[in-house]
């Protein structure tokens, strides 16, 4: 009875020269082809679910002003320790953290942030893993800048804090909630809190705080612009008196007020159990103000050696510090601090006021700085002890070769990648990679905005680009580096290159000047450009350098030149730590009529 029908369908295979049996075969195909259609339905309906949670965020009407611009932030995290904003950081713990950039952000419109925003350490939103957490958003304001240059680029101003994106005052931020997260959520915040203004340090007996406006950074950023420094004044200090001070000048991350100084006994218990990790001991408050008596004690001793010292403040829209030079990108603080607020700062407490006088000292960035300021400046200081500084040489940008090396993230192969190590422990463990701190600058903030330390070397030492900014080492999201890019750098900014390379104009300026120390386990690997620009310095002739390179063995950042004691105690001893190297340069190049007091030349 069902002849008919198999005859309609052989009938039918003719028709499309096929026999019953590739019809067979054919009718199988087109089965699994439908079948391979529904499953990829299903599986993209099942990624469109991931994929919608959402985060629906705005601000309460009474912080309402023009709008906002800004970046606004999105941190989650899987415990309530601290605030998600204080859980953010390159170490294996940190918590989830999202970025997008707002303009003109009213207080009647919400701001969406969803799997296109960009996220550390996850890439995505929707990489989020069911469950319980805790959500916090912030939104880190930015000011618009037209500056000398022609550009008009929009930062974050400092308001005192010295860049730091989650205490920066006028910042607005929601409190922090428990939430559960599931797929398709939809899940609303409101930034209901503002951070309030700091109270600047007040002066005391011997910490004075000096503000100046500085008329070549007023120009640059078309605004005023300020620098202060935080100066301890000599015991028995007289502006009457015929004594002269020499300048010791303390570089290093913003300083509140003068550091490690303080007038009291240490009001710390002498041992606690408050675990130190960097250090690996406990009790380290108690250390730190026994330190700062100690120098109290010293200073006020009848045969210590008379000095003014200063911290500064030179805080600016990229960074906690300019880093001391001229730049296409932070303006002219190089010139700033030499010529307006040094000389400023002399005439006020009976400074020397001549370069033979002068002395800069710090560590890590201070000791870039340190190093930088005297062979860009070589006839304005006398001498300059550079501690782990920031890399000197960019043929060991840390770990990077920016002139050979075609890939800032990895070593790549034939067959395989190697990413770049980012930080080590004295043990030489890996503790990050490169990649890593870049996608978490990347995310806190776009165009070199992070306040972090990758974008503050880019925006002192790069070009502007075309729309103002920094112009980028290396992409971001590749890690390729541009040829270009470093190549500026390195006439600029390589202070090793510019030594060689300037030697027969400055090599006189800086002999018996240079002074760097490193620890050979530096955690940022530091130490390897000092090592190369150490085989410089040791090179040189007409003049021989006649400084000092030294290495703290299996020393750590930031080792500072004392063989002696734990980097705990060194660190805390800038300020007396060169006294004695200090008060031999001055015998060779300190007048007779110098009015020094308790130096004995």
């Given at each position: 009875?069902?002849?008919?029908?198999?005859?309609l369908?052989?009938?039918?295979?003719?028709?499309?020269?096929?026999?019953?049996?590739?019809?067979?075969?054919?009718?199988?195909?087109?089965?699994?082809?439908?079948?391979?259609?529904?499953?990829?339905?299903?599986?993209?309906?099942?990624?469109s679910?991931?994929?919608?949670?959402?985060?629906?965020?705005?601000?309460?009407e009474?912080?309402?002003?023009?709008?906002?611009?800004?970046?606004?932030?999105?941190?989650?995290?899987?415990?309530?320790?601290?605030?998600?904003?204080?859980?953010?950081?390159?170490?294996?713990?940190?918590?989830?953290?999202?970025?997008?950039?707002?303009?003109?952000?009213?207080?009647?419109?919400?701001?969406v942030?969803?799997?296109?925003?960009?996220?550390?350490?996850?890439?995505?939103?929707?990489?989020?893993?069911e469950?319980?957490?805790?959500v916090?958003?912030?939104?880190?304001?930015?000011?618009?800048?037209n500056?000398?240059?022609?550009?008009?680029?929009?930062?974050?101003?400092?308001?005192?804090?010295?860049?730091?994106?989650?205490?920066?005052?006028?910042?607005?931020?929601?409190?922090?909630?428990?939430?559960?997260?599931?797929?398709?959520?939809?899940?609303?915040?409101?930034?209901?809190?503002?951070?309030?203004?700091?109270?600047?340090?007040?002066?005391?007996?011997?910490?004075?705080h000096?503000?100046?406006?500085?008329?070549?950074?007023?120009?640059?950023?078309?605004r005023?612009?300020?620098?202060?420094?935080?100066?301890?004044?000599?015991?028995?200090?007289?502006?009457?008196?015929?004594?002269?001070?020499?300048?010791?000048?303390?570089?290093?991350?913003?300083?509140?007020?003068?550091?490690?100084?303080?007038?009291?006994?240490?009001?710390?218990?002498?041992?606690?159990?408050?675990?130190?990790?960097?250090?690996?001991i406990?009790?380290?408050?108690?250390?730190?103000?026994?330190?700062?008596?100690?120098?109290?004690?010293?200073?006020?001793?009848?045969?210590?050696?008379?000095f003014?010292?200063?911290?500064?403040?030179?805080?600016?829209?990229?960074?906690?510090?300019?880093?001391?030079?001229?730049?296409?990108?932070?303006?002219p603080?190089?010139?700033?601090?030499?010529?307006?607020?040094?000389?400023?700062?002399?005439?006020?407490?009976?400074?020397?006021?001549?370069?033979?006088?002068?002395?800069?000292?710090g560590?890590?960035?201070?000791?870039?700085?340190?190093?930088?300021?005297?062979?860009?400046?070589?006839?304005?200081?006398?001498?300059?002890?550079?501690?782990?500084?920031?890399?000197?040489d960019?043929?060991?940008?840390?770990?990077?070769?920016?002139?050979?090396?075609?890939?800032?993230?990895?070593?790549?192969?034939?067959?395989?990648?190697?990413?770049?190590a980012?930080?080590?422990?004295?043990?030489?463990?890996?503790?990050?990679?490169?990649?890593?701190?870049?996608?978490?600058?990347?995310?806190?903030?776009?165009?070199?905005?992070?306040?972090?330390?990758w974008?503050?070397?880019?925006?002192?030492?790069?070009?502007?680009?075309?729309?103002?900014?920094?112009?980028?080492?290396?992409?971001?999201?590749?890690?390729?580096i541009?040829?270009?890019?470093?190549?500026?750098?390195?006439?600029?900014?390589d202070?090793?290159?510019?030594?060689?390379?300037?030697?027969?104009?400055?090599?006189?300026?800086?002999?018996?000047?240079?002074?760097?120390?490193?620890?050979?386990?530096?955690?940022?690997?530091?130490?390897n450009?000092?090592?190369?620009?150490?085989?410089?310095?040791?090179s040189?002739?007409?003049?021989y350098?006649?400084?000092?390179?030294?290495?703290?063995?299996?020393?750590?950042?930031?080792?500072?030149?004392?063989?002696?004691?734990?980097?705990?105690?060194?660190?805390?001893?800038?300020?007396?730590?060169?006294?004695?190297?200090?008060?031999?340069?001055?015998?060779?190049?300190?007048?007779?009529?110098?009015n020094?007091?308790?130096w004995?030349?």
């Amino acid at each position: 009875k069902m002849n008919w029908h198999k005859n309609l369908v052989e009938k039918s295979l003719k028709s499309f020269g096929m026999s019953s049996y590739q019809g067979m075969w054919s009718a199988f195909i087109k089965g699994v082809v439908i079948t391979c259609i529904l499953f990829y339905f299903i599986d993209y309906n099942k990624n469109s679910d991931d994929n919608k949670i959402k985060f629906e965020i705005e601000y309460s009407e009474k912080f309402q002003e023009d709008g906002f611009d800004g970046r606004l932030l999105l941190m989650i995290s899987n415990n309530n320790r601290a605030e998600p904003r204080f859980q953010i950081n390159d170490s294996h713990n940190t918590q989830m953290i999202f970025g997008v950039d707002v303009e003109s952000w009213d207080a009647n419109k919400k701001i969406v942030i969803d799997s296109e925003a960009i996220g550390y350490p996850i890439k995505s939103i929707k990489e989020i893993q069911e469950g319980e957490y805790y959500v916090q958003a912030f939104l880190h304001k930015y000011e618009t800048f037209n500056l000398s240059t022609g550009y008009t680029v929009k930062l974050p101003m400092d308001q005192g804090e010295g860049q730091k994106w989650n205490i920066s005052p006028k910042n607005l931020y929601s409190t922090p909630k428990k939430i559960k997260i599931k797929n398709s959520s939809t899940i609303s915040i409101s930034l209901d809190n503002e951070i309030p203004p700091i109270e600047p340090e007040r002066d005391t007996e011997f910490i004075k705080h000096v503000k100046i406006r500085s008329k070549m950074l007023s120009e640059f950023w078309g605004r005023d612009m300020y620098l202060q420094a935080n100066v301890l004044v000599p015991h028995g200090f007289d502006e009457k008196s015929n004594t002269r001070y020499p300048l010791m000048i303390f570089h290093g991350h913003f300083p509140n007020t003068f550091r490690g100084f303080r007038t009291v006994p240490p009001t710390a218990p002498e041992k606690d159990t408050i675990y130190n990790s960097r250090f690996g001991i406990t009790g380290y408050k108690y250390i730190q103000e026994k330190e700062a008596y100690d120098l109290y004690k010293n200073w006020i001793s009848n045969d210590f050696p008379r000095f003014l010292a200063i911290e500064i403040q030179h805080q600016n829209p990229y960074y906690d510090d300019s880093y001391a030079v001229n730049s296409a990108n932070i303006g002219p603080y190089g010139d700033a601090i030499t010529y307006e607020l040094i000389p400023h700062v002399e005439k006020l407490f009976n400074g020397v006021g001549e370069s033979w006088g002068r002395f800069l000292y710090g560590g890590s960035t201070g000791g870039w700085e340190s190093l930088a300021a005297q062979v860009l400046y070589p006839k304005e200081y006398n001498g300059c002890f550079a501690a782990c500084p920031d890399p000197i040489d960019f043929r060991a940008f840390t770990v990077v070769n920016i002139y050979e090396d075609d890939n800032a993230y990895y070593h790549e192969g034939s067959f395989r990648k190697t990413f770049r190590a980012g930080m080590r422990d004295g043990k030489g463990i890996i503790k990050n990679h490169l990649i890593q701190i870049n996608k978490r600058e990347s995310v806190l903030g776009s165009k070199g905005r992070s306040g972090d330390q990758w974008d503050i070397w880019q925006a002192v030492y790069s070009p502007s680009g075309e729309d103002g900014y920094p112009k980028p080492i290396w992409d971001r999201e590749t890690g390729k580096i541009d040829k270009d890019v470093a190549n500026y750098w390195k006439e600029n900014y390589d202070l090793s290159y510019i030594m060689k390379r300037d030697w027969d104009k400055i090599g006189k300026d800086l002999e018996g000047k240079i002074h760097i120390y490193c620890g050979d386990m530096d955690n940022y690997y530091l130490n390897n450009a000092v090592v190369l620009t150490e085989e410089f310095l040791e090179s040189t002739t007409d003049p021989y350098y006649n400084g000092e390179v030294d290495y703290g063995d299996m020393a750590e950042h930031c080792w500072n030149g004392d063989h002696e004691n734990p980097n705990h105690i060194s660190r805390l001893r800038y300020n007396t730590m060169y006294i004695p190297k200090i008060k031999e340069r001055l015998r060779k190049t300190a007048p007779k009529n110098h009015n020094l007091e308790n130096w004995g030349i």
